[in-house]
């Protein structure tokens, strides 16, 4: 079979390898992959930023993806074939203590697919049984391939957040994080502007506006001014830092007012700030990460009820045959969620 896999250390170094058709463990089933979207951490192997050098290679990256069940192993129980599943990419050992406490989100030895064990930009990839969820019928595979973005989304939002009804609510980066956080926000009954910079004029923040939100692009706007008159001077209720640059943590703390929240979302890396401010004024800051079995659940029904719109959303333009183009517009900012048909694969 074939798989588009990083095969190097370095930036670039995507290849269509051929490998063997994966076998499932008794535990696992052997799943055809319909269906993959193209993930900021899959921009990152691309680039192949310090969080990835852990990588042995070649392997087939991509983790956000939906299939059809085609084999299982011996003891498979909970699936059938045909079924169609998605899967919980971070897979916990089962042993350490956030693994008993049911935090296997923040395993202490996780294992993610894509990047420690191939993924699911091929043909077939092969997952534990209790690492799936099935799809409903009333979801179409192009959507699955996006639940689990949404899924980390809706733990932003539902779980990590205090949004509620007429929080005003600033999300800082009009990325698919961005981008997905603001429509479960919006779900929750926030009244949420997006902001981005000047990248993000040719693409997201259009495409933010097609999602019903108004923008701001703080390279040419005054941020300041415009938190003034939407927030009558008070500030945001709650910012969401879905940017993953140096410069989010510190525009969310100028913009969130007093008492309020900021949850990060994006991996920034490092930053510098006063964080005396944030202390004198009760600032909650709330980091989130992955998501788990409920998040999953949540997130398939907000796809379902429509409070998530993945049909504007989503971006099919790309192929796996030159994924090349896809993750040079995905760092240009010139997309915000490729998907793609890996049946181009067969």
Do not use: W
């Not at 019928?137 to 980390?152: C, D, G, N, Q, Y």
């Not at 919006?186 to 108004?214: C, I, K, M, S, W």
């Not at 998530?308 to 517009?329: I, W, Y």
């Amino acid at each position: 079979m074939r798989g588009l896999a990083k095969t190097a250390p370095e930036a670039g170094s995507m290849e269509l390898i051929d490998v063997d058709r994966p076998t499932p463990a008794a535990d696992e089933v052997l799943i055809e992959v319909d269906y993959a979207g193209l993930c900021g951490s899959d921009a990152g192997i691309y680039q192949f930023k310090s969080a990835f050098e852990r990588m042995n290679f070649p392997t087939i990256i991509g983790h956000e993806y939906t299939g059809s069940v085609v084999e299982l192993g011996a003891d498979v129980t909970r699936f059938d074939v045909g079924d169609q599943v998605i899967e919980r990419p971070i897979r916990g050992c089962g042993e350490c203590y956030q693994c008993e406490i049911g935090m296997e989100n923040i395993c202490q030895d996780t294992e993610l697919t894509g990047i420690d064990h191939d993924g699911a930009y091929a043909q077939y990839v092969v997952a534990p049984e209790t690492s799936l969820q099935a799809v409903p019928s009333h979801v179409s595979p192009r959507h699955a391939a996006l639940v689990e973005p949404t899924a980390i989304c809706t733990r932003a939002v539902i779980e990590n957040s205090r949004v509620s009804p007429g929080d005003r609510v600033l999300v800082a980066g009009p990325g698919p994080m961005g981008l997905l956080s603001a429509q479960i926000a919006d779900a929750q009954g926030g009244e949420v502007v997006v902001a981005g910079v000047g990248q993000d004029t040719n693409y997201r923040l259009p495409l933010a506006g097609d999602l019903g939100f108004p923008t701001i692009n703080i390279e040419e706007e005054d941020l300041a001014a415009y938190r003034e008159d939407r927030t009558d001077g008070v500030g945001y209720d709650v910012v969401f830092d879905t940017t993953g640059h140096p410069s989010g943590l510190p525009m969310a703390a100028r913009e969130v007012r007093k008492g309020g929240q900021i949850v990060l979302v994006g991996q920034t890396g490092e930053t510098s700030m006063e964080y005396t401010p944030l202390v004198r004024a009760e600032v909650e800051l709330q980091c989130t990460y992955g998501a788990m079995y409920r998040d999953f659940d949540r997130a398939l029904r907000l796809i379902g009820s429509g409070d998530v719109d993945h049909e504007t959303f989503l971006d099919d333009r790309f192929s796996l045959l030159d994924a090349d183009e896809a993750f040079e517009a995905f760092l240009a900012g010139e997309t915000c969620k490729p998907v793609f048909d890996v049946s181009v694969l067969r």
